[in-house]
């Protein structure tokens, strides 16, 4: 077996450099970390991590929780952040959370048995003791997608209101009235998507209807489906629909188009999230972007920068939402 000797020898330094060079560390020229490099893919060595946390006391593993069952603007979050941890050579451990305190209690006792540099939070998490174990040990964290007032902990949110209003103004610009709404129950973009509804019409003078507004139990498509369902049989009128998610307005043209409804010719439909499905639906889905990508590189950057910059003040910090307007929507007939 080769070992850090071995590379030592072969490149013609000291253990020491070599230490330094595994370990990402300064103070070594560019000729030697060279010969380091090139000895290390030579011989194919592979340095034991275990030895190397005991040594600097970290584990260079940091913590991701995400929901049980994510959805594809999820999906596309994590694929990002756990991209850009791998390119800052940390290891990732993921701990799957149930949508329930209870869920988060399990998910939170797994988290405790394992020792983390960091943690980066990708859902909303409600329990309480979530908040005071990572405080308390001070474990770097980054809550990405939302925030919350009570957590000593850096943010990367949106402005779910402002977003959910321009998506809604944009139907009531094209002349639409009756404009019906798919919500949610969970998290708390929830009701801050159901805000903006709200907002955008009574900007407009436009009454709010209660019996046009369904909160699904999910955010997938099947939920979107018998949320739209459940309007059609409410037998009320409405030539738009805004679903606070593209899965839930997705499952919802579904619905729409098997009732003999045409997108966007009898129904305009605007989403959320612009997933990648959205531009590939028929029609391409008008939606507002969430800055996917942004959000994800930025949250690794941000726990980084708490890991090694030794300044832990906590930042809470907004990005920008675009509206995209595709093929769903139209002026009212």
């Known amino acids: 077996m080769v070992s850090i000797k071995d590379i030592?020898?072969?490149?013609?330094?000291?253990?020491?450099?070599?230490?330094?060079?595994?370990?990402e560390q300064e103070h070594v020229s560019i000729e030697k970390r060279t010969r380091v490099l090139q000895a290390i893919k030579q011989t194919g060595y592979v340095p034991n991590?275990?030895?190397?946390?005991?040594?600097?006391?970290r584990t260079t593993t940091i913590g991701v929780v995400m929901p049980e069952t994510f959805n594809m603007f999820q999906r596309q979050l994590f694929a990002i952040v756990a991209h850009h941890l791998e390119q800052f050579s940390y290891y990732t451990s993921f701990y799957f959370s149930p949508t329930d305190l209870?869920?988060?209690?399990?998910?939170?006792?797994k988290l405790k048995a394992d020792r983390l540099d960091g943690i980066i939070i990708?859902?909303?998490?409600?329990?309480?003791?979530?908040?005071?174990?990572?405080?308390?040990?001070?474990?770097?964290?980054?809550?990405?997608?939302?925030?919350?007032?009570?957590?000593?902990?850096?943010?990367?949110?949106?402005?779910e209101e402002?977003?959910?209003?321009?998506?809604?103004?944009?139907?009531?610009?094209?002349?639409?009235?009756?404009?019906?709404f798919i919500g949610g129950e969970k998290s708390s973009f929830a009701p801050a998507r159901l805000a903006g509804y709200k907002m955008a019409l009574e900007q407009a003078g436009i009454g709010y209807d209660e019996q046009k507004v369904v909160l699904a139990r999910t955010y997938?498509?099947?939920?979107?489906?018998?949320?739209?369902?459940?309007?059609?049989?409410?037998?009320?009128?409405?030539?738009?629909?805004?679903?606070?998610?593209?899965?839930?307005?997705?499952?919802?043209?579904?619905?729409?188009?098997?009732?003999?409804?045409?997108?966007?010719?009898?129904?305009?439909?605007?989403?959320?999230?612009?997933?990648?499905?959205?531009?590939?639906?028929?029609p391409r889905l008008t939606t507002i972007r969430q800055p996917i990508v942004e959000m994800g590189q930025m949250a690794v950057a941000l726990l980084y920068s708490l890991?090694?910059?030794?300044?832990?003040?906590?930042?809470?910090?907004?990005?920008?939402?675009?509206?995209?307007?595709?093929?769903?929507?139209?002026?009212?007939?």
């Open 49 to 57: 991590r275990a030895a190397r946390d005991m040594v600097s006391k």
């Open 162 to 180: 402002d977003a959910a209003q321009t998506a809604v103004s944009h139907l009531i610009a094209l002349g639409h009235r009756d404009i019906a």
């Open 102 to 109: 209870q869920g988060e209690r399990a998910c939170l006792n």
């Open 307 to 333: 890991l090694t910059g030794g300044n832990r003040t906590p930042l809470s910090i907004s990005l920008p939402t675009t509206f995209v307007e595709r093929d769903s929507t139209a002026h009212v007939r």
């Open 8 to 23: 030592a020898k072969l490149a013609k330094v000291s253990v020491s450099t070599v230490s330094r060079v595994l370990n």
């Open 220 to 282: 997938t498509m099947e939920a979107g489906a018998e949320a739209a369902r459940l309007l059609l049989e409410r037998d009320l009128p409405f030539t738009a629909l805004f679903a606070i998610t593209d899965e839930l307005a997705l499952g919802a043209m579904r619905t729409l188009g098997d009732g003999g409804l045409r997108v966007p010719d009898d129904v305009s439909v605007v989403g959320f999230d612009d997933i990648e499905l959205a531009s590939y639906s028929l």
């Open 122 to 159: 990708l859902h909303e998490i409600m329990l309480g003791e979530f908040k005071t174990y990572l405080e308390e040990n001070a474990i770097p964290t980054v809550l990405a997608t939302f925030s919350r007032k009570d957590w000593m902990a850096t943010s990367i949110t949106i402005s």
